[in-house]
């Protein structure tokens, strides 16, 4: 199959199915750091890693500094386009869980432009249910500045601390997004309190935070879904592709990457994955990775339909054997979260 003809197949966007959790639980990503990978790597972009505020993260930050209304001794806030429930909780300084349950949504709910939410997190800074990150010990002086492709799990083993007293030190909520430039307190020792029932590693998930896929990511999502579909890949290979897409570019057509990676999938110009402006085609870029036949690079790279016995692997091993990543670990987390969004908008 030419690419023109998947092109000509990919006008018509999947219907959203009810209201499936796109809530997800996201595996806390490791900063690859600059070591030798195999010279087919793509080079994995991890999801919590730095983004420029004038691209890729701008949809996390649409909420601002919106006004607030009241209705007897609740605040509200009514939905904006492009609003996310995290954002809106972070915004008004409280939780996405407490959120969630002042206004009984659970976690299947989609959020739409015009609804008006109760904010309990701007009558009372915590509650007993969902208490705020501790703020920094007092002796605490160390800082660091975010560089362009740090993460938060990279930045707290570059300093001996852990994310949840990294984030503690500088109150931030789960699934906070950092960016190049913004100066992070860095703690002494992670305090007892804050620690995590089980320490967090890059293939921990139940240290992972909990986001919700705003309208730019449901996209990339519903674009990779349709490729697939159109390919006739099964519902694994899609959900394979949908993980691989949010470990690397956190489901966003990136114009930037380490080295010269670049797109959902961060594929590399130089080892062959095709031009810049190729690999920044989402539908193209999907297609690769989809490889078999229609593979638009021929046999320059292997896609996923390339590979012997993929259908029988291991759902992380078999997005590793396309990416070839320093990061092997960080696929396997998303697998449940992938499988609800090929259900909710494929």
């Not at 605040?75 to 939780?95: F, M």
């Not at 709910?109 to 309990?120: D, E, H, S």
């Not at 990543?325 to 992938?338: D, H, I, K, L, M």
Request: aromatic residues 6%; proline residues 8%.
């Amino acid at each position: 199959m030419r690419l023109a003809h998947l092109s000509a197949r990919l006008t018509t966007p999947a219907a959203l199915v009810g209201s499936v959790a796109l809530s997800l639980t996201a595996a806390p990503a490791a900063a690859a750091p600059a070591a030798a990978v195999d010279a087919h790597a793509t080079q994995r972009q991890p999801a919590d890693r730095a983004l420029p505020r004038s691209a890729a993260a701008a949809s996390f930050h649409a909420t601002g500094a919106r006004a607030v209304g009241a209705v007897g001794d609740a605040a509200t806030y009514t939905v904006q386009s492009g609003d996310t429930l995290w954002a809106i909780a972070r915004a008004h300084g409280t939780s996405v869980a407490a959120l969630q349950e002042a206004n009984g949504l659970g976690t299947a709910t989609l959020i739409r432009p015009g609804q008006v939410l109760a904010l309990p997190g701007a009558l009372a800074a915590a509650s007993p249910a969902n208490p705020a990150p501790a703020p920094a010990p007092a002796a605490t002086t160390t800082t660091h500045t975010i560089a362009a492709g740090d993460t938060l799990w990279a930045v707290a083993r570059a300093h001996g601390t852990t994310v949840a007293a990294l984030l503690a030190a500088n109150g931030l909520a789960d699934g906070a997004i950092i960016y190049p430039g913004q100066t992070l307190t860095i703690p002494t020792a992670a305090p007892a309190a804050a620690s995590a029932p089980a320490a967090a590693t890059p293939a921990d998930p139940a240290a992972a935070p909990t986001v919700v896929l705003d309208a730019e990511q449901q996209e990339s999502a519903r674009l990779i879904i349709r490729v697939g579909r159109s390919l006739g890949v099964s519902d694994r290979g899609i959900a394979i592709a949908l993980a691989t897409a949010m470990v690397e570019s956190w489901l966003r057509n990136l114009d930037w990457g380490d080295r010269d990676s670049l797109g959902l999938f961060q594929q590399r110009p130089s080892t062959g994955w095709g031009t810049e402006a190729e690999v920044r085609d989402p539908a193209r870029a999907a297609a690769a990775f989809f490889g078999g036949p229609a593979d638009p690079n021929g046999t320059r790279t292997r896609g996923l339909l390339d590979i012997a016995g993929w259908e029988a692997m291991e759902f992380g091993a078999a997005a590793q054997a396309v990416q070839i990543s320093a990061y092997p670990e960080r696929y396997a987390p998303w697998e449940p979260q992938a499988y609800a969004w090929l259900a909710a908008l494929g």
